[in-house]
């Protein structure tokens, strides 16, 4: 398709774990885009205009066409960047499987937010909670994610949504972790997990999309002290 | 299909399992509905779902799907010849999901506020709620349907909640078809497919269903617990819902929950 044809614009903010995800998407899939970095406290016309009901980024515009909300932005990718790299299987069950971990994962970065948004004093229950999706999310990928039971089967090649989300939320886990000063991801009690997030994060792709930790810690405790609710 | 087991763990007042029963109806997919007690759940509920032991539950020949969406997603593709639900074209087809997680996020979780609230509260949860309904209307337009001229995936996230307007009316004290005209007659024009109106909980049930004994708050935790994004605050209005119960039936007053 000649470059006319096919113009991808995605609006986003550097720090938002919602953007990333589909930044990652986009280069899984060898997408050529043009992005746009929205200033969330005086928002473009255009991104108003683009996403009206919600008025957040990510905002995907294809061909002038808006597709707004993180989740619906990868499927859509998928379907109609059909081949190449897909992010979900074909087959139904497995497709549903699929849909319900990466569905978990948002669930996981909520809780994250949870923690943030609590008082110091305040960190235990929010970081169980983290901890127990955790747990949930090792156990639940385990089976049919990692039958060998390491992330050897990891490579540029073959990244899917699951990837994609975990390095959304975790990718700059360590940044988050200093930030807040809670351990949020421990190899003892998630080894899956931790060293899946490591075999991610070592990939050039993945690295040219995890915002740099000094940047990332400056920011999440600049939000923090402004009163920002996460 | 010959030879196809499909099992539904459901609840007859919950909306998300009432998403799956039209989507199976307008398959037309045989099925056995297994009502679950969220007081006691079944072993095989729990079993099924082990991380969130919550309804709709689809069984697949043994296989489990979960999350109400993601099984009207899943019966839309195996059950692909009939009644499809999701829009054909990608583009449509993102922007039905967007509405169907917009219905998600804005629709229901005020409504533990509705129950539990009184005063500015309440009035605060019932304008929210509205303003998302006109929002809604907005997108409906001039359509018959959501997906257009024929009842689709928005029509199927959204229609469910209709069978709890008498109880929220009631309850808030307003009209909602009386606010957002369009939305009452779209309701009206779904409740005329079989699909619906067999799937729907009776109105009058869900409101009795609401005018409940002390145990049966605990079951209202469960049931709510399902896109409610703060479970504090869900948990401390529960708490207060279950106070002014109490106190309204010391005080021999109408129970209105």
Known sequence: ?230 | MAGEEVILLSVYASMFSMRVRIALAEKGVKYELKEEDLTNKSLLLLEMNSVHKKVPVLLHNGKPILESLIIVQYIDEVWHDKNPLEPSDPYERAQARFWADFIDKKVPCKISLQWAAKGEELEAAKKEFIEALKVLEGELGDKPYFGGEEFGYVDVALIPFYSWFHAYETCGNFKIGAQCPKFAAWAKRCMQRESVSKSLADPEKVYDFRALTGLQIFFIIYMFDFYCLNSLDFIRSQVRLLLNFVIRISSKQAVCY
């Open chain 1, 1 to 230: 398709m000649g470059s006319g044809e096919n113009k991808v614009v995605l609006h986003g903010m550097w720090a938002s774990p919602y953007v990333k995800r589909v930044e990652l998407a986009l280069k899984i899939k060898g997408i050529p885009f043009e992005y746009v970095e929205e200033n969330l406290r005086n928002k473009s016309p255009q991104l108003l205009k683009y996403n009206p009901v919600q008025k957040k980024v990510p905002v995907l515009v294809h061909n002038g066409k808006p597709v707004c909300e993180s989740l619906v932005i990868l499927e859509y990718l998928d379907e109609v960047w059909s081949t190449g790299p897909q992010l979900l299987p074909k087959e139904p069950y497995q497709r549903a499987n699929f849909r319900f971990w990466a569905a978990y994962i948002q669930q996981l970065l909520e809780s994250i937010f949870k923690l943030f948004n609590a008082d110091k004093e305040a960190h235990e229950k929010p970081l169980q909670e983290v901890h127990e999706k955790l747990r949930n999310l090792e156990d639940g990928v385990k089976e049919f994610y990692f039958p060998e039971g390491s992330p050897n089967h990891i490579s540029a090649e073959n990244l899917g949504i699951l990837d994609v989300m975990l390095v959304s939320v975790l990718g700059p886990f360590r940044a988050k972790e200093e930030a807040f000063s809670v351990k949020i991801l421990d190899p003892g009690k998630n080894p899956l997990i931790f060293s899946w997030i490591q075999a991610l994060i070592e990939l050039p792709l993945v690295k040219e999309v995890v915002p740099p930790h000094d940047k990332m810690v400056g920011v999440l405790q600049f939000l923090k002290q402004s009163g920002f609710k996460f």
